[in-house]
């Protein structure tokens, strides 16, 4: 019962985190290239905005979250609790990456296109993967995968499980 109170928590902190920082970083329009990095560990809780850019790391005890935004105009943004390693690297314009870990899980989700959103979440022991291309959106997590548009990975790499998708062709395992 504890543990999913503690997972409703994890997930409402990534978006209500992302929601945020997002109207923050995009509410100018197009701005310059500004890269902001957030780093928490062990109960730390970090926020940054830079010109149209943000991102926000939030670590329990023994845990460690790392968000970098470099798009220009982005957001990242990472939870993890109880033993948990989240890292989010949004690295183009538009884009969003979340990535949430906890009992001891290791998420990490990456942007390599405009406008993608990729979210990685991993619990107990699990380690996920979740890559976003242009236009694109990759989300991994506890109920499985999703891949949408042109360019998207997302992967459970403990259990194998996962999405490719590469234009048409899509590879669901």
């Not at 730390?44 to 023994?62: E, L, R, T």
């Not at 990472?78 to 390693?85: F, N, Q």
Request: aromatic letters at 2%; proline letters at 3%; glycine letters at 20%.
């Amino acid at each position: 019962m504890i543990i999913n109170k503690f997972r409703f928590r994890i997930v409402g902190a990534i978006v209500g985190l992302g929601a945020g920082l997002a109207v923050l970083g995009a509410a100018g329009g197009t701005g310059t290239a500004s890269a902001v990095n957030c780093r928490a560990v062990d109960g730390q809780q970090i926020q940054k905005v830079v010109a149209h850019s943000g991102c926000g790391a939030k670590a329990g005890k023994g845990s460690q979250a790392t968000a970098l935004e470099s798009g220009g105009r982005g957001t990242a943004v990472a939870v993890a609790d109880t033993g948990g390693r989240a890292t989010a690297d949004n690295r183009q314009p538009g884009s969003v990456a979340l990535a949430g870990a906890f009992d001891g899980g290791v998420a990490r989700s990456l942007t390599v296109g405009p406008n993608a959103l990729a979210v990685a979440q991993a619990a107990k022991g699990g380690n996920t993967l979740a890559v976003g291309g242009p236009g694109s959106q990759a989300k991994v997590g506890p109920t499985g995968a999703d891949c949408y548009g042109a360019l998207s990975v997302a992967v459970d790499l403990n259990l194998a499980k996962g999405c490719v998708k590469l234009g048409p062709a899509e590879f669901v395992q």
